[in-house]
């Protein structure tokens, strides 16, 4: 069985410029996470959906950064425009949605921003 | 206060040594507790789930102390493939999922 797909692997990009991250869950998985993680630290929880509804988005910093679930498949995170400090790891997870269910990550998007 | 606080370490053993990590979490509303190994420049996944009465996983034991909210993971006869870091995670009732930021372990031959 295929585990979560993420694309791309890595990207650099300009300050200032826009960039997106896609997301292909596990199939039949509703709960989807965007995640971010810095070194040394823990990943931070962006945005959770389940199936299309974002259901916690509380993290999310809305001025510049924004994501879609259509038809509550696949996923896209996007940054508008990308500062800094936004270099990271960018991680997708997705479960079954119970809460006792584990999440599995896919490999991540390792954005550099210059 | 981070809502999830792990010590960072790192803890440097020797194999076959026996090492102990802790975790404390603050919302009182946490239902469901795991615990992920992730390997440098990997993605987490899932080590084992934390359950009320403890449980084991050959070398891996997990406790769970909710009076004290803690939780706990020992890692007994240590190898130098469980060199990794360690992340904590809870789970509350409503979904929310909190990671710790880890705890990493080096064994050494």
């Known amino acids: 069985e295929a585990g979560v797909v993420q694309s791309p692997r890595y990207k650099i990009i300009e300050k200032k410029q826009p960039v997106a991250f896609w997301c292909n869950p596990i199939?039949?998985?509703?709960?989807l996470y965007w995640y971010r993680q810095n070194l040394g630290q823990g990943p931070e929880l962006l945005i959770r959906y389940e199936n299309e509804e974002a259901v916690d988005d509380s993290q999310l910093p809305k001025d510049r950064f924004s994501a879609e679930r259509l038809k509550g498949v696949d996923s896209t995170l996007k940054i508008q425009p990308a500062e800094l400090g936004d270099s990271a790891v960018y991680l997708c997870?997705?479960?079954?949605?119970?809460?006792?269910?584990?999440?599995?990550f896919g490999q991540g998007t390792r954005l550099t921003v210059v | 206060r981070k809502e999830v606080e792990q010590d960072p370490g790192p803890f440097n053993v020797p194999e076959g040594a026996t090492v102990a990590f802790n975790c404390t979490y603050s919302n009182s509303a946490s239902q469901s507790f795991f615990w992920y190994r992730q390997d440098c420049r990997k993605e987490p996944k899932l080590l084992m789930s934390v359950y009320s009465s403890g449980n084991e996983d050959g070398r891996f034991t997990a406790q769970l102390n909710r009076a004290s909210q803690y939780i706990s993971l020992l890692i007994r006869d240590s190898k130098l493939s469980d060199s990794a870091t360690y992340l904590c995670v809870v789970n509350t009732n409503a979904g929310k999922s909190t990671f710790g930021d880890g705890t990493t372990l080096t064994v050494k031959p």
């Open positions: 199939s039949g998985h509703n709960t």
């Open positions: 997870a997705s479960s079954l949605g119970n809460m006792n269910t584990e999440a599995f």
